[in-house]
């Protein structure tokens, strides 16, 4: 395995859950709505007797990953089809996978 390999792999291990939610949901190379993202978290984990907008707990989480991982070079924060400063963005967002080198 080559070093930027095991660093990714590193990283991945060290991350939040959050982070693995939203990068498998962003490899299929299409934009995806935190929104989606906080759904899925919520399915995975909520107990059944949870109210059916749970997944709005995950929001705040979602959003704090993605600026990270923005910052860090591996996620595109995407607001009305431009690339968003992860520093400075508000209202609606999707997020995406950067271009291959």
Avoid: C
Avoid at 32 to 48: F, H, L, N, S
Avoid at 50 to 63: L, N
Avoid at 85 to 97: E, I, M, S
């Amino acid at each position: 395995m080559s070093k930027d390999k095991d660093t990714a792999a590193k990283r991945d291990i060290e991350d939040d859950p959050v982070v693995g939610y939203i990068l498998r949901a962003v490899s299929s190379g299409q934009d995806v709505a935190p929104q989606e993202i906080a759904q899925a978290i919520a399915a995975d984990r909520a107990k059944e007797t949870a109210p059916k907008d749970i997944w709005r707990k995950y929001m705040t989480a979602v959003r704090q990953q993605a600026i990270h991982l923005a910052r860090d070079g591996r996620l595109l924060i995407i607001r009305k089809g431009e690339i968003a400063d992860p520093n400075d963005f508000k209202g609606l967002y999707k997020l995406r996978l950067p271009p291959a080198d």
